[in-house]
């Protein structure tokens, strides 16, 4: 039997169909609300925060609009300073 395009279509309403059909039991469901969903993403974000409400000897100095927009317009300007280039490791000559 040769496929034409009706014959196509009707196969493929029948498989939708039949998928409606399938049995979903012992399968996750997301809206049963499971206790455990998310604990693998908190337990990455958990051991990535070294300490969740440090406390500082000096006081965490005041912030301002106007200060973030001149530190923006700094930046696009190009005139913010580079900071100095430091390496974390030694080069070793084999």
């Given amino acids: 039997m040769p496929f034409d395009r009706k014959n196509l279509v009707l196969a493929s309403l029948a498989a939708l169909a039949a998928g409606g059909c399938t049995n979903t039991e012992g399968r996750f469901d997301l809206t049963q609300g499971d206790p455990t969903w998310g604990d693998a993403n908190r337990a990455t974000m958990a ?38 280039r430091i390496s974390t490791t030694d080069n070793i000559d084999n």
Avoid: K
Avoid at 67 to 74: I, K, L, M, S, Y
């Fill in 47 to 84: 051991a990535q925060v070294i300490d969740p409400s440090p406390e500082y000897a000096d006081p965490i100095p005041p912030t301002s609009a106007a200060n973030a927009v001149r530190a923006a317009d700094a930046y696009r300007e190009g005139q913010v300073e580079q900071p100095e």
